[in-house]
Nanobody, 130 residues
Framework: QVQLVESGGGSVQAGGSLRLSCTSS????????MAWFRQAPGKEREGVAA???????FYGDSVKGRFTISEDNAKNTLYLQMNRLKPEDTAMYYC????????????????????????WGQGTQVTVSS
């Protein structure tokens, strides 16, 4: 059973930056496919960024050029560097993982679908004020 724990959320003014972290444990696979999602009140969960074990990444249109997903395999930690934050980035941010390689599926459908991931963290809140 894979456990995911997010950290790094907080409040920031528009134009600022935050870095989210997600530490994984309990996986029997050497590498996981991982992603960040977010959900604002009253809205559907949105795929923000994804990365596969070979380092291939994919970004949602709303964050391209502003957010960067990366991982430190030695620390079993996933990161999301968020720059030039906007009030519309305000949401609960979730880390997700799966032991399958899912990037082919993501590229086929053109979106980071929550159905590709079987493990989820509890979330960390990001609030961006104008």
């Amino acid at each position: 059973q894979v456990q995911l724990v997010e950290s790094g959320g907080g409040s920031v003014q528009a134009g600022g930056s935050l870095r989210l972290s997600c530490t994984s444990s309990g996986s029997t696979s050497s590498r996981l496919s991982m992603a960040w999602f977010r959900q604002a009140p009253g809205k559907e969960r949105e795929g923000v960024a994804a990365i596969d074990p070979d380092g291939t990444s994919f970004y949602g249109d709303s964050v391209k050029g502003r957010f960067t997903i990366s991982e430190d395999n030695a620390k079993n930690t996933l990161y999301l560097q968020m720059n030039r934050l906007k009030p519309e980035d305000t949401a609960m941010y979730y880390c997700a993982a799966d032991e399958r390689r899912v990037m082919i599926g993501i590229k086929a459908v053109g979106v980071i679908d929550a159905g590709f991931y079987g493990y989820w963290g509890q979330g960390t809140q990001v609030t961006v004020s104008s």
